[in-house]
């Protein structure tokens, strides 16, 4: 397919005076077969008067037109075969097997959404009769959610498909019954494009309005933030810097109406190796450790860019042979090269910590975005002397805690911002001990995993890709699994309603097999 480098407008492709072009990060060199347009802040106002046109008429549609508009746009996106595999490695860098796996994931959760749209369950139907006999007498009360409105998608840099154009954010809006504008990231347009194309052709296939979709690019941070202020625009979904979701809250609390912005931001996930599993099995984990860390050039989310322990010759044993195996480590291109030069920056910035040793390094770059991956140390006393230490380095950096004690290393875990996870490295002989951690890491992160490794988020019901600040803008929330339809929905309860007037779900009898609680009891 070629690329036109349009704008996505409300179903209208449109074109401006601006432009740039994609790059590709493992060659250092623009990419030459398109040029993309930058949109206007015209182009968002009207894709974001589209987007509100198309609201009521998408909100009411059927649910199982919903549900099959989703399960088309993941079809239409495999449909689009290897040009998209191959676009989408070419902008990021990433190697082919990864962008297959993530197209899988795209498509998956696409699906996934459809079925918890058609389920039915996400509506939280409650009726309460009324009672006029009580005194006072009570109402009769139903409740229902109901979808926000329009909401703003920004993609983000390193999933080009599955947090991105179609990626979570988009389906979890959608499944909700909101619109979307999606901001797509500068570092990827052409994969933007193909799946706009296959969204696009989604929406002619199942007759949705037009404006249930459009998509924006630029290199201009205002196009972005134009989006954000527009008033039609009802929430953002967000991934990326903490600089950069910090910047899009403080434009959607500012407006006369303020808006939930459900930004992911920054995590360095801990890693606790607790004293029985370090000392059975520290060389195995001490291998493990680096696989995750050095897994896409360390460009997750899930990073373990810290891993705590308590100091003593099982813990120099797994650092020496964590060290061993990060030397042979390639060095891998990154995503983009202001990604790379930050990445570079914040080594230089841990390096220059007087409390930091650093412990080994990987191979040297070949190539003008390669990132080394790297391994400090430091003692937990001095963890939280330097608030360097608590940055999210993103790549494949890490720091190990050397911590006196078990008191100590609890200390150090309560200090810590909020976290996407932390990981528990645990025997049957830990469980005591662990007992003590884990309360800590409840109040501190969103997922905590036992005897596994943070990178690889499952597309599930029950996954939380959430956590306290700074990890995410909302702790109450997740950006992945069905649990994520929540964040573009809110109650509304209907008081003494004509049943003629009330939406159909919530009539007595109308439940259709939706689990709903009727006078207190949950009924099937």
Not at 201 to 207: L, M, N, S
Not at 431 to 444: H, I, M, N, S, W
Not at 482 to 505: C, E, H, K, N, W
Request: glycine share 12%; aromatic share 6%.
């Amino acid at each position: 397919m070629k690329l036109t480098g349009d704008l996505f407008i409300g179903g209208e492709r449109r074109q401006s005076s601006q432009s740039f072009r994609a790059h590709d990060p493992a060659r250092g060199v623009e990419i030459d077969d398109a040029e993309f347009h930058g949109a206007t802040e015209q182009d968002v106002a009207d894709a974001c008067a589209a987007a509100e046109a198309a609201f009521l008429p998408y909100s009411t549609a059927p649910l199982e037109e919903r549900a099959k508009f989703l399960e088309a746009i993941a079809d239409e996106i495999e449909a689009l075969g290897d040009a998209l595999v191959e676009r989408a490695s070419r902008e990021s860098g990433l190697p082919a097997a990864r962008i297959t796996g993530e197209r899988g994931r795209t498509a998956g959760q696409l699906r996934l959404f459809a079925r918890e749209v058609r389920d039915g369950q996400w509506q939280k139907l409650r009726i309460d009769h009324a009672d006029k006999e009580r005194t006072p007498p009570k109402p009769d009360l139903r409740l229902r959610m109901v979808p926000l409105g329009p909401v703003a998608v920004f993609g983000a840099s390193n999933f080009p498909l599955a947090f991105s154009t179609a990626g979570g954010d988009t389906a979890a809006a959608l499944a909700a019954g909101c619109p979307v504008v999606m901001k797509g990231h500068s570092a990827h347009p052409g994969t933007a494009e193909l799946i706009a194309t296959a969204i696009e052709r989604a929406v002619a296939k199942t007759g949705m309005p037009k404006g249930v979709f459009s998509l924006v690019n630029g290199m201009s941070r205002s196009i972005g933030q134009a989006l954000v202020a527009d008033p039609r625009i009802q929430a953002v979904g967000f991934t990326g810097s903490r600089a950069g979701g910090e910047a899009l809250m403080k434009i959607a609390a500012a407006r006369p109406r303020p808006i939930p912005v459900y930004a992911e931001m920054s995590a360095i996930n801990p890693v606790i190796l607790m004293p029985q599993a370090l000392k059975a099995r520290g060389g195995a984990l001490a291998e493990a450790y680096v696989a995750s860390l050095a897994m896409g050039a360390g460009q997750f989310c899930t990073n373990p860019g810290l891993v705590l322990g308590i100091d003593g010759p099982e813990l120099d044993a797994f650092a020496e042979r964590a060290g061993e195996v990060l030397s042979g480590q390639a060095a891998q291109v990154m995503l983009t090269s202001g990604i790379h030069e930050a990445y570079e920056g914040g080594k230089t910035k841990l390096e220059g910590s007087p409390f930091v040793t650093k412990l080994a390094e990987g191979a040297e770059p070949a190539g003008p975005t390669q990132g080394r991956a790297a391994l400090f140390s430091v003692a937990g006393k001095d963890f939280m002397a330097d608030p360097v230490h608590l940055h999210e380095v993103f790549g494949a950096s890490s720091v190990l805690v050397r911590c006196a004690d078990l008191d100590e290393l609890v200390g150090v875990l309560s200090e810590l911002e909020g976290q996407l996870t932390a990981t528990l490295q645990v025997d049957e002989g830990d469980y005591d001990a662990a007992k003590r951690v884990l309360p800590v890491l409840e109040r501190t992160v969103g997922r905590i995993l036992a005897n596994g490794w943070p990178t690889g988020v499952e597309v599930t019901h029950a996954m939380v890709h959430g956590g306290p600040y700074p990890a995410t803008s909302d702790g109450r929330s997740t950006s992945v699994g069905t649990l994520a339809i929540d964040r573009f929905l809110r109650p509304v309860s209907y008081q003494d309603m004509p049943a003629a007037l009330l939406p159909g779900a919530l009539r007595d009898g109308a439940q259709n097999g939706v689990v709903a609680r009727i006078d207190g009891s949950w009924t099937l």
